[in-house]
Nanobody, 131 residues
């Protein structure tokens, strides 16, 4: 059973930075390492649907970002430690949300941005950016 645990959320002023971490553990159903899975970050603001933030492609080191965070956020991972991080700089009030880590054996393709493609989720960590 796969477990994902996020950490690093908090309250920060606009323009500040936060670093989120996601620790993956357990056995993947495929038996392949997490490094071959698509792993990403999503966020959900109150009253809104969960939305894509950034991700590593399936079985690749290619990264993707939603337009609103490109240039401000950086996704990285340590395959040896099964951890993934999201460095968030120049934070804005509209970045306020619960941030979720996700992993999925989604295969190649372009659906990395769709929450439904991921079947493993963390519990979420709150990020609040004050103006």
């Amino acid at each position: 059973q796969v477990q994902l645990v996020e950490s690093g959320g908090g309250l920060v002023q606009a323009g500040g930075s936060l670093r989120l971490s996601c620790a993956a553990s357990g056995h993947t159903p495929s038996g392949r390492p997490f490094s071959t899975y698509a792993m990403g970050w999503f966020r959900q603001a109150p009253g809104k649907e969960r939305r894509f933030v950034a991700a590593f492609a399936w079985n690749s080191d290619k990264t993707y970002y939603t337009d609103s965070v490109r240039g401000r956020f950086t996704i990285s991972r340590d395959n040896a430690e099964n951890t993934m991080t999201l460095q968030m700089n120049s934070l804005k009030p509209e970045d306020t949300a619960v941030y979720f880590c996700a992993a999925g054996d989604i295969g190649s393709g372009t659906y990395y941005y769709a929450p439904v493609m991921y079947d493993n989720w963390g519990q979420g960590t709150q990020v609040t950016v004050s103006s």
